[in-house]
């Protein structure tokens, strides 16, 4: 049996975020990872997906290149290309997060799956490790749905998308999440044919309606075709192809593809644990339930980020560790109720959004007013051709104090962050009107929104 001060399942942002400063101090730390570091944000999610967004985004760009008087005469993607250089981006990435356990003599690195044998002992490759403090951090997988016939189809998720060797001529999605409309994207622009099934009335049901409405007509638009209403019950083979059988809003349907993604959302990996022999609760859905401080049933054993729900993202998962670090180094009592999370959709135009809907504030009984105002009034965004999208701002009656931002726009997850600050800091509508914004930049129409200036176009 080895110990430890701290053991940290998990390798991805959450768990290295966590590690730092302990290691700093000293403790002798076992991190425990069954794959490879930097978990799925660095090797099969976020960043693989922003390599082939950026290739996807620059193509179509090219291609409109003649609305700014440039004269093109012909632009195509080379997937094989495309592939090669986000495999590599990937490859630097990754080996920047291997190597961040060899800067400590004092973190000890397991690979290997990790299996509770009591509450502060898990089991590495037949080796025991034992630690009075562990954290969990071991993240989520894509999640698969129980629909007959599909385990005897070649059928993928975004972990085998990203490894395609050539495009296939015909995909089908199967949800309308963040995921699925990012992939839809990269797909169709590369010259691919893209169906999205979605069970809910609408793509993006968890955004901002107005949001979801203008990008399900982006997508229509660039010839993406959207099934909604739409519930697969059974999947079959058939001439090498892909049938589904459907039940819609307008009675039974079949389609025929060649290629079937699942995008069907994400299912914590608390199963691969044996958390029953550490007596740790998880909820119906299997994420690991914490207080307001990531600790879980079991004194001494905490967890954090993707495995217990909420809000997926790795700059949150990053955050958890970061904040649980200072509880655990510092005995400084932590809450993590306060924090707001943002997050951002990097397809084209952009998706952004903090705190809370108007429906969230109905709900709520908030009393509130919107400010809200389109990116064709945005000077920047006139003179650079993007002004599909506009910025919509809430703010709580009286007071005007900002309880939630929603934009849909070129680089909306950037200019979220003014948001982002002022509602960190109790900001009102006033002190948006009171800074001097920089014209012509897109952030301005963050101060346009604030002025209501709806009818001027800032020229």
Known sequence: MKNFDLIIIGGGAAGISTARAPAE???????????????????????PTKALLSSAHLLHKIKKASEHGIRISQASGDWSSIKKRKDKLIRKLRSGSEKFPQKYPNITLF????????PHQIVVNEETLEADRIVIAAGARSAVPPIPGLDEIDYMTSREALDLESLPEKITILGGGVLAVEFAQIFNRLGTKVSIIEMNDTILANLDPDISKLFSEVLK???????????????S??????????????????????????????????????????DIAVDKRGFIKVDDAYATSKEGVWAIGDIIGGAMFTHKARHDGLYLAKHLVNKKKISNRHFLVPWAV??????ASVGITEQEADNKEISYEVYSVPFKKI???????????FIKMIAEKP????????????????????FVYAMDNGGTVADIQDMIHIHPTLSEGIFNTAMLSESDDYE
């Open 399 to 418: 007071g005007k104090r900002i309880i939630g931002a929603h934009i849909i726009g070129e680089q909306a997850g950037e200019i979220i962050h003014e």
């Open 346 to 351: 990097f397809t084209d135009p952009e998706m």
């Open 111 to 118: 690979r290997g799956e990790a299996s509770f044998k009591s």
């Open 237 to 278: 083979a058939r001439h090498q192809q892909i049938l589904l059988h459907l039940d819609t809003s307008d009675g039974e349907r079949s389609i025929q593809t060649n290629s079937l993604m699942i995008a069907a959302g994400r299912k914590p990996n608390s199963d691969l644990l044996n958390l029953e022999a550490a």
């Open 221 to 235: 638009d660039e010839g993406i075709e959207i099934l909604t209403n739409a519930k697969v019950n059974q999947v």
């Open 379 to 389: 000077g920047r965004a006139k003179v650079t051709e993007n002004t599909e999208g």
């Open 25 to 47: 101090k000293g403790w002798q730390i076992a991190m425990v990872e069954q794959e490879f570091m930097g978990g799925t944000c660095t090797n099969f999610g976020c960043m």
